[in-house]
Each structure stands twice: as structure tokens, then as C-alpha cells.
């Protein structure tokens, strides 16, 4: 009974005093997290989950403050992928933030188009093309449907369309 | 003696009943017409030809009517003489499945004409004019794909290490291949010579299923007769996939195609032995592809056998040739039973890819897709010819576990259906395999385009920084100037200023 | 143009599709089942002749146990209920379990193992989905709980018995009732079989060899089991024939248990059992052919399907000689089901095309 009691007690203590050393002495991963959960976000910069882009969100949800079901482009999947990676409980797509989808593109009426420039200076990957006071359009291959060119547009002659067909 | 022998057994595979008796038991019909044709501009790989002709027009066989597109690409020929009734989009089947093509509707005159112009040209010299030759003149593989040929004897011209010729027809109930070997086999063998000296090949082997005999002995003598010391005829085990270009590969030579690139890396190239014979019909008789060998069989047909197509015969003109349907037919495949596909209707047209029509009888194909769970019994990874774990890639494909799909190969499957047949929960693995393929294939794209938007988003990050610190550096340049400008005209007021009591001082003075 | 098209003599006609393959499935679940249970009818056979009606009793007691609830379960999970008890697996399970337990047990053992089996598959999601062998797992835990029970078995008919052995109706009346004939009890009956008693006898220092020459040791293996254990194998060598099942995991199990066996009695005869009698004794043959062979439970890669085999083996012969129990077929089986996962991890081929990792 000794023997056991004092094998079990001395397993313990050097498997906390290896632990310990461990947390103290092998290098940080810090940057490397924020990193994993960008890698699993889209990326698109839409903000729509209340960040002001992606690694700030990503930020967010490593330091805690943030839900992982704030993301619309990323749906369920990207959700998921964040559930697994942190072990935390996967949540339904809080629907209340916006609809930005990587399965839609923008599209400039270019009869209304007043040539202001707004869209293309809002546009996070500069997807549109068109100089101050000329016609703008949309590069429908790099638009990743983010959305952020429809409000600043004075003429509202933005919509979203599906990417294909 | 001709023949050579294999390297290496396959692993995996399956041996199927061949069903090919009934449609091998009368010679090829030829000079069958249909009253109208449907020719599809893009029933080839690659991209689509290009029309040259008008609604209206009168054709004669053996005529362009569609260029090559960009490659890969090749042209398109009337199948017959007759008039050009109408230019417009259709279905067509192609290699793997069903798709909209501008088509070429000619309402044939039932003379055959022959097209006059340019088929008296002798075969050029030159390699390179040789393959722009075989490029307009439509052929493309008959093995059931139908890529251009051209591009794929380009891709090892010069670096072919060994041509191999497949006349394996592993597939049941497809024989257009036996029979054309029983039939032309010179022709065929001289075809393969001269695509031997298109990719400099200096090894042929001409691979045949140990179940066609007569194939065999005939191509045997073609070999012997036409004496080139670089052909070889190997005859191979009958197991199903063994034609299937990589495990044809491995099955003679031992060696694999790396995953995702194709044979002509490692130095081989795999061409059917009905594109061999399109080959010597165009440099001995100046001759494009304007028929093909088709096999009509099934237990829903009258009478199943082997016919000489023109391209773009609506379906249901040829089963009317072979005596119809018998009252039990429920399904009809483009192909052959176990990779070809089910067509909805019989109007649609025959292409360069169509090798078979099945007119599926009642009780001969699968009719229930009822399944039960997976029992892990493994015996789909037994028979997988890429060495897969379907019973693995079932789950990970349920899960949309994209990481898992790459790594147990997903893309390596060659949907051969194997694993279907073996499975005793009767699931539709092949089936679930191409949809999670797609599924991947989507999310391939997403992430590409995160990634591209995330450098997008970095470089304007950067270029809107490097406009801010120019604007910056310009406006501390400005003041500089401003300030520099101060201080000069400061000195030069203080200059005047002391001149100017200069001169009052020298005034001043008597 | 507007003429019509010109109108062929057979009007086109409409097909239904369905997806390729389309050649029809050479095997079925049910069959295979089906095929698993005609194997074992030898066995059976071999079994009710040496030691009575029992097998019979136990198998007619867990199977409609086994089915009820299957039956019970998938309705609670809303399930379709026929179609899953149409594919046999419940009455494998059960009849496995009958083999494996003693043949002289109140009606409420084999029932209660008939519940078990058929909990531990379907509560893991029903066919396919069960790591471990619910056969297995219902032996074990009524091992552990009625460790009284589950130990008495009966002598063969045959050798030197002394006493006049229960009759069918006999047997009968002590499953359901519990009633003996006047003046005995369960003890004047039962005895240990022969690993059991072999077990015993080598820990009383008493040598194999001796042993082998009372009537506790028949030809080649213990009385009566050596030829159960014959004619497991028949039915396993069929299996084998019959293609359902492959043969990496019964020779690897066997391989497992013999190798040692025959080194270590080639050291010591006097102290360790030979390898005949390790193979057909006990449950050797009926684990290497019907249980490790199990697909759901086991490895299914062929090279981890030996790993597997070679595992149930080993542990079995460690079990049956130093460990606690006389026989170790199921607790090896058990262990080595959890290991299966890993085992298949890393034992997938090549796939074509593929570099070597």
C-alpha cells in the first residue's frame, strides 16, 4: 500500500514538474495561433462580423471576446473548422450580421454609374477598375462578394449577383 | 515472334462476364446512312471548332465544316454528302457525360459524296505538318475520351520512351475494338507505325486481352508481316480496369504515373488502335474522321452487333439498323456498363466518343439502390486499381473532410466502378467519389480565392501606405521649399535693406 | 428553314438514368450473413453431440433477446426496423454468443447477453458503426458479473464420467425453472473445462505431460473441444472458400497463439501446454475464424489485418498463461478492437502514383 501511494505521488510530481518546464522553456506559439484561425477565415475583409477585418477578428477569437459563429462568407463550414481547431461548441451562423457569400459577385449598372470612384476606393482587394469622372466595373474573377462597394455607392447602382450561371 | 510479355500484375481489379458474344458473332455493317446527322463542334477534349459553313450549304463527305479551336482542338468533317439544315446548340454525349455543343444538323442526299478538295495531297515529311494534319483532320482518341490527338502526340514527340497501343477493350459488352482488330488489322498496324515515327518512339507495344483470340492471332500476323523491328503485341490478362491508361501503364512497364500528371511525363503515350486506323485512313487515303466503329448490344436490342457509325447519327436510327428495341429495354448506356452513362433519350447523337449503346434489357443492369451500412469488410480497397481505401474516402466524403480526401487520394480515383460491384452494403461508392470531387473541386476554388483576395488585400494595404508616405514626404518637401524660400527672400529683403542704408550713410556724408 | 424535321419511323423514346456503374453488385450483407451462420452448423452439430441441448437452449433464448432488441432500439431511433433485421447480423451476433457461453445456464444469462450484444451495436449507430464485437462485449461483461456461472461447464459424453449426464428435457427445465433432478445440485454436474483445469493443474506444479494422459486431454486437444474446435475450423475453411472472409486475420490469430506455444513448450514441456492443445481448446478456432474475423470490428487493410490477427493471438496465449482467465479469446479480441483505428492508420498501401512517404 506505501509503495503504491509513494510510486503514484512521485509519477505525479514529475509529470507537473515536466509540464511546468514545458509551459516555461519551449517557444511560444502566439503568432502561429492568430495565423491558424486567419488560415480558417476567408479572408474577404467584409467586416461583416464587426471587425474591421479578419485578423482582427481573428484576434478577438483567440483572446476569447468573440463568438466563432460571426462569419457569413465562412457559413457552417468555416464554422466547424473553428469548433475543431479551438474544442469549442460549434453555433448556428448568427444571421442577424449580413449576407456577404463567396457564391456572389458585384455588379455596376453601368447606365446609373456616375464615375465618383467611391466603390472602387472601398473595395478591400481592388476588384474594380475605373478612373474618377469614367465608367467603373467590376472584375467579376476577383470580387469575392464582401458587399463593402454597395453603401458607399451614391447612385445605388451595385447589386450582387450569383458567380455562376 | 512478336510478342512480349508484361512487367507486373495488377493489384486489384476485377473480372467481369464479358457479355461481348452476341455482338462479335457478324462482321462490321458499313454503309449505313442516316437520313439526318447532328454533328457536335465540341465533342472532342479541349476546347470547341469553330463552324465554317452557312445554313443552306451543300457538303460533301470528308468536308471541314469546323476548324480547330484554340488548343487543344480539332476540326469537324460532314459524316456524308447533303445540306447544311440548321446551326444551333443541342446535347450532345461526350467522353464522361452530357453537354450543350453548337451543332451541325446536315440532312444527308444518301449519295456518300466524297469531298474533292485537298485529299489527293500526299503525306508530308515534316513531323510538325504531319501532326497539323492529324490536328484538322478531327481525329481524336476513339478509346472513348476523344482528346485531340494531335496535342497528345505532341506532348512526347521526342520524348517517348515507349508507344503503347491499346487494344485492351476491358470494358463488358464494348467490342468495337476486337472487331476492328479481327477486320484492319494491317491498317491498324500501319497506323501505328507511322505515329511511332510522329513521337520517335523507339518501342511499340500493341496490348490485347487474352479473351480476343482471333484479335490476337490477326494482329499477330499484321506485326509479323509489316516486319518493323520496334512493335511488339502483348497479350494481357482480362481483368477489369487493365485498359485504363494508367493501369495499362503500370501493367506493362511496371512504372506509375505520378498522381495528377499525365503519362507523357514519364515518357509514354497510350493510343486506342481505332485512332491508329483513323490515322492510316488519313495518310494513305486522305481520309478526316468521319465514322467510327460502334457497338450496339444489350438484351434490349434485336440484333446486337458491331457498325460502322458516320459521326453525329442520331441514337435511334442506329437501333433501328440493328432491328430495334425488344419490349423489355429499360435503360440505355453511352458507353460501356461499367463507366459509360445512361442517356434520357434516343435522339441524341452519336459523337467521336461514342464506343457502345447498351439497350439495357430488364434484370441485366442494376435497378435497386437500396443500401445498407458500410461493414468495413475492405473488399473495395482489394479491387480499387489506385490502391485507394474507398471504404475511408465513404466516410471522409460524408464528412466534407477535405483534408482527409487529399491525403487518401481522392483525386486518384478513376471512377472505374470496381468497388460498386464488390460492395456488399451495395453502396454507390463511385457515385458518392464524383460528388465529393465536385464538392472538393468548390472548395479548391474558395480557398484559391481567399487566397488571391488576401494578397490583393495586402498589396493595396501596402500601395495605399506608399501613397500616404509619399503625399507625406512630398509635403515635408514643400514646406522645406516654402521655408527655404522664406529664409531666401528673408536674406534678400536683409540685403536690400542694408544697401539701401548704405547708400543713405554715403549720402549723408559730405 | 421550316420544314419539319424529317420524321424517322421510330419516334425518339425517353429513358430513365441512373448513375454508372451499372453492372449489378456480386454480394450482399444478408448473404454473407446467411453464409457466416451455414458455417457454423457443423460446429453445432459437433458441440450438441458432446455436450447436449445446451447450445441449442442458449441460441433460442439470445437470438429473439437479440432481435427483440434490435427491434426495440431502431424504433426508438427512428429507424426502419425490418430492413436491419432482414440482414441476419442480429442472429450472427447471437448465435456467436451461444457458442461462447456455458451450455448449462439459467434462461436469464443468455437472454441478458442477447440484450447486451445487440446494445453495444447499436447504441455506437447500429450496423457497421460499432468498434468493438458486440458478441465479445456481452460475454465479457457477464464473465465479469455472473463469474460463477459462467465458469461451470459440462464434461464431454464420452471418457470416464461419474455420473448419468442431464437429458434434453432436463437441461430444458434447469434453463427455465431452474429445477434439477431430486437430490442434486448444479455442482454434481458441471466441471471446468479442459484450459481451465490445465490452468489449475500447471499452477499446482503439476506437469502438462502427466496431464495430458488422464482423460482431461483427448487426441490432440482438450476432450470433446478438440473436435468442436475441428469442426469450427471446417466451417472456417469454407468461409475462407466461400470468399467471406480473407485469410490474413484466422492465420495470423492462429500464428498468434501457436508460435509461442510450441517455443515455449519446446523449453518446457513439463510447464507450458503444447500448441495442439492451445490451438483446439478452448475458443482458438471459433476466435481466428467467426470472431476476429468480424469486419466491422476489425482492421481492414490487409497488412493491418495481420497485425490485428497477430495481436488477438498473442494476447490470448498471454491471457490463457499468465494472465487471470482460462481463456483469453475475448478480451483479446476486445483489445485489440481498440486498437484497430490506429492500426489502419498506419497500415494503408501506397496509393498509385504516389511517392513512398
New interface residues.
Given amino acids: 500500500m506505501l509503495t503504491a501511494v509513494t510510486v503514484l505521488t512521485g509519477l505525479s510530481l514529475a509529470l507537473a514538474a515536466a509540464l511546468i518546464a514545458a509551459s516555461r522553456w519551449l517557444p511560444e506559439r502566439g503568432d502561429d495561433a492568430v495565423e491558424r484561425i486567419e488560415r480558417l477565415l476567408p479572408r474577404i475583409q467584409c467586416a461583416q462580423c464587426g471587425y474591421p477585418g479578419c485578423r482582427p477578428y481573428a484576434e478577438a477569437i483567440l483572446a476569447g471576446e468573440a463568438e466563432i459563429n460571426r462569419c457569413p462568407p465562412g457559413g457552417e463550414s468555416t464554422i466547424r473548422a473553428l469548433a475543431e481547431l479551438l474544442g469549442r461548441e460549434p453555433t448556428p451562423l448568427d444571421t442577424s450580421l449580413g449576407s456577404a457569400s463567396m457564391d456572389r459577385v458585384a455588379r455596376i449598372d453601368e447606365t446609373l454609374c456616375i464615375g465618383c470612384n467611391l466603390c472602387a476606393r472601398a473595395c478591400p482587394v481592388d476588384a474594380i477598375v475605373g478612373l474618377p469622372q469614367r465608367m467603373h466595373t467590376v472584375i467579376a474573377r476577383l470580387c469575392t462578394g464582401c458587399e463593402l462597394c454597395v453603401p458607399p455607392c451614391p447612385v445605388d447602382c451595385i447589386e450582387m449577383v450569383p458567380r455562376h450561371g | 515472334m512478336v510478342d512480349v510479355t508484361f512487367e507486373r500484375y495488377l493489384t486489384g481489379g476485377i473480372r467481369l462476364a464479358a457479355n461481348k458474344t452476341a455482338s462479335t458473332e457478324e462482321p462490321i455493317l458499313r454503309g449505313f446512312i442516316p437520313p439526318l446527322l447532328v454533328i457536335g463542334l465540341h465533342q472532342h477534349g479541349g476546347t470547341s471548332a469553330v463552324p465554317i459553313v452557312a445554313v443552306g450549304q451543300k457538303v460533301a463527305k470528308g468536308e471541314p465544316i469546323a476548324l480547330p479551336g484554340a488548343p487543344p482542338s480539332t476540326g469537324v468533317h460532314a459524316s456524308s454528302s447533303g445540306r447544311v439544315r440548321a446551326i444551333e446548340e443541342r446535347l450532345i454525349p461526350t467522353g464522361t457525360k452530357l453537354r450543350a455543343s453548337l451543332c451541325i444538323v446536315i440532312e444527308t442526299d444518301g449519295e456518300d459524296r466524297r469531298f474533292e478538295g485537298g485529299s489527293d495531297e500526299p503525306w508530308p515529311e515534316s513531323r510538325e505538318v504531319r501532326i497539323e494534319r492529324v490536328r484538322l483532320a478531327g481525329i481524336a482518341g476513339l478509346g472513348g475520351a476523344a482528346f485531340p490527338t494531335a496535342t497528345k502526340l505532341e506532348a512526347v514527340a521526342g520524348t517517348c520512351k515507349v508507344l503503347i497501343v491499346n487494344g485492351a477493350e476491358c470494358e463488358p459488352y464494348i467490342s468495337c475494338d476486337d472487331m476492328l482488330m479481327r477486320e484492319a488489322p494491317a491498317e491498324i498496324v500501319a497506323g501505328v507505325i507511322r505515329m511511332a515515327d510522329l513521337v520517335a518512339a523507339p518501342r511499340v507495344i500493341i496490348a490485347i486481352e487474352r479473351d480476343k483470340p482471333r484479335a490476337l492471332e490477326a494482329m499477330r500476323k499484321a506485326v509479323t508481316a509489316a516486319g518493323d523491328p520496334r512493335l511488339a503485341i502483348c497479350e494481357i490478362p482480362t481483368v477489369y480496369p487493365a485498359g485504363g491508361e494508367r493501369q495499362l501503364i503500370e501493367l506493362l512497364t511496371g512504372e506509375e504515373v505520378p498522381s495528377g500528371a499525365y503519362p507523357s511525363s514519364i515518357g509514354y503515350v497510350c493510343q486506342n488502335v481505332g485512332t491508329a486506323y483513323a490515322i492510316e485512313r488519313l495518310a494513305a487515303r486522305g481520309e478526316p474522321l468521319t465514322s467510327r466503329i460502334v457497338t450496339v448490344t444489350g438484351g434490349g436490342v434485336a440484333r446486337p452487333r458491331n457498325v460502322e457509325v458516320p459521326i453525329g447519327t442520331p441514337i435511334h436510327y442506329l437501333i433501328e439498323q440493328c432491328g430495334g428495341y425488344r419490349r423489355n429495354v429499360v435503360r440505355l448506356i453511352h458507353g460501356g456498363s461499367m463507366m459509360g452513362y445512361a442517356l434520357p433519350a434516343d435522339d441524341l447523337p452519336t459523337t467521336k466518343a461514342t464506343s457502345c449503346i447498351i439497350a439495357a434489357a430488364e434484370g441485366e443492369v442494376r435497378e435497386s439502390f437500396e443500401e445498407w451500412a458500410c461493414i468495413r469488410c475492405g473488399e473495395c480497397a482489394s479491387v480499387c486499381p489506385a490502391r485507394l481505401q474507398p471504404q475511408e474516402l465513404l466516410t471522409a466524403a460524408a464528412a466534407r473532410d477535405f483534408d482527409d480526401l487529399e491525403a487518401l487520394g481522392l483525386d486518384d480515383c478513376i471512377e472505374c466502378g470496381c468497388c460498386d460491384v464488390v460492395c456488399p452494403s451495395h453502396i454507390v461508392l463511385t457515385e458518392r467519389f464524383r460528388g465529393a470531387k465536385r464538392a472538393f473541386a468548390e472548395h479548391a476554388r474558395r480557398l484559391a480565392l481567399s487566397a488571391e483576395a488576401e494578397e490583393r488585400h495586402k498589396r493595396r494595404e501596402r500601395r495605399l501606405k506608399q501613397i500616404e508616405e509619399d503625399r507625406r514626404a512630398a509635403q515635408e518637401a514643400l514646406k522645406a521649399k516654402l521655408r527655404a524660400d522664406e529664409e531666401a527672400r528673408r536674406r534678400a529683403v536683409a540685403a536690400a535693406v542694408e544697401r539701401a542704408r548704405q547708400r543713405k550713410r554715403r549720402d549723408a556724408e559730405p | 428553314?421550316n420544314?419539319p424535321?424529317?420524321r424517322?419511323?421510330?419516334?425518339?423514346?425517353?429513358?430513365?438514368?441512373?448513375?454508372?456503374?451499372?453492372?449489378?453488385?456480386?454480394?450482399?450483407?444478408p448473404?454473407?450473413m446467411r453464409r457466416v451462420l451455414y458455417a457454423l452448423i457443423p460446429a453445432a452439430a459437433a458441440y450438441t453431440w458432446f455436450f447436449g441441448i445446451g447450445l441449442v437452449i442458449n441460441f433460442a433464448i439470445a437470438a429473439p433477446a437479440a432481435l427483440a432488441t434490435e427491434a426495440a432500439i431502431l424504433s426508438l431511433r427512428r429507424r426502419p426496423v425490418r430492413?436491419a433485421l432482414r440482414?441476419g447480423s442480429a442472429l450472427v451476433t447471437a448465435a456467436l454468443l451461444a457458442f461462447a457461453l456455458p451450455p448449462l445456464l439459467p434462461w436469464w444469462i443468455p437472454a441478458l447477453g442477447g440484450f447486451v450484444a445487440i446494445a453495444a451495436k447499436q447504441l455506437y449507430g447500429?450496423?457497421?458503426?460499432n468498434p468493438f464485437n458486440p458478441a465479445m462485449v456481452a460475454y465479457a461483461l457477464l464473465l465479469l458479473s455472473f463469474p460463477i456461472h459462467m465458469t461451470q461447464w459440462l464434461p464431454p459424453r464420452m471418457g470416464d464420467i461419474d455420473y448419468t449426464p442431464l437429458t434434453a428435457i432436463e437441461q430444458v427445465r434447469y434453463s427455465l425453472f431452474d429445477e434439477l433432478p431430486p437430490k442434486r445440485t448444479v455442482d454434481a454436474y458441471t466441471r471446468a473445462t479442459p484450459l481451465d483445469a490445465v490452468k489449475e493443474g500447471l499452477r499446482e506444479q503439476r506437469s502438462f505431460q502427466e496431464m495430458s494422459a488422464t482423460s482431461l486431454i483427448g487426441t490432440f486437444g482438450g476432450l470433446g473441444w478438440e473436435w468442436v474446435s475441428s469442426f469450427v475450423a471446417f466451417g472456417g475453411l469454407y468461409l475462407l472458400y466461400a470468399g467471406i472472409i480473407?485469410w490474413q486475420i484466422p492465420v495470423a490469430t492462429l500464428a498468434g497463439i501457436a508460435v509461442p506455444a510450441m517455443l515455449l513448450h519446446m523449453v518446457d514441456p513439463e510447464r507450458f501446454a503444447s500448441a495442439a492443445f492451445h490451438l483446439f481448446s478452448g475458443a482458438a478456432m471459433l476466435g481466428a475464424f467467426f470472431i476476429a474475423t468480424d469486419?466491422?470490428s476489425?482492421s481492414?487493410?490487409?497488412r493491418g489485418r495481420l497485425i490485428f490477427g497477430a495481436g488477438v493471438g498473442l494476447l490470448t496465449y498471454a491471457i490463457r498463461t499468465w494472465g487471470g482467465y482460462p481463456d483469453g479469446v475475448a478480451f483479446a479480441v476486445l483489445l485489440m478492437n481498440a486498437a484497430v483505428p490506429l492500426i489502419?492508420r498506419f497500415t494503408?498501401?501506397?496509393?498509385?502514383?504516389?511517392?513512398e512517404r
Fill in positions: 428553314m420544314e424535321e424529317p424517322p419511323s421510330t419516334a425518339p423514346r425517353r429513358f430513365e438514368t441512373a448513375a454508372p456503374p451499372h453492372a449489378i453488385p456480386t454480394r450482399s450483407v448473404a454473407i430492413r440482414d447500429g450496423l457497421g458503426k480473407r469486419p466491422v476489425a481492414t487493410t490487409d489502419d494503408r498501401p501506397r496509393i498509385h502514383g504516389h511517392a
